[in-house]
């Protein structure tokens, strides 16, 4: 059975960082593509952040690039989100989540493209 699981959420001030988690268990993590989404309080989920199954090939909605980084590793089955610059419209629970397909070659930011996803984590940025 697949899992996976964030951590590293929190409270952290305008303009600090927080580095999220995901470890993932139950298939061949390396074969598949990982992607952070995110969901405010009244608002639909939202694409962050996607990491090709081999790492190195990354794509980032506008909101964030420049500031987030996703990364991977395949050795220790977790990916990353590192988050810099955070303000406070980047409050939400975020979420990482699991390609539907083995070794996409293009990059999705849909979320119905994948088939598995964590509990989420909170990330509350106060002003």
């Known amino acids: 059975q697949v899992q996976l699981v964030e951590s590293g959420g929190g409270l952290v001030q305008a303009g600090g960082s927080l580095r999220l988690s995901c470890a993932a268990s139950g298939r061949t993590f390396s074969n598949y593509a990982m992607a952070w989404f995110r969901q405010a309080v009244g608002k639909e989920r939202e694409f962050v952040a996607v990491i090709r199954w081999s790492g190195g090939v990354t794509s980032y909605a506008s909101s964030v690039r420049g500031r987030f980084t996703i990364s991977r590793d395949n050795a220790k089955n977790t990916v990353y989100l590192q988050m810099n610059s955070l303000k406070p419209e980047d409050t939400a629970v975020y979420y990482c989540?699991?390609?539907?397909?083995?070794?996409?070659?293009?990059?999705?930011?849909?979320?119905?493209?994948?088939?598995?996803w964590g509990p989420g984590t909170q990330v509350t940025v106060s002003s």
């Open positions: 989540a699991s390609d539907s397909r083995t070794r996409r070659q293009i990059l999705s930011t849909d979320a119905t493209q994948y088939d598995y």
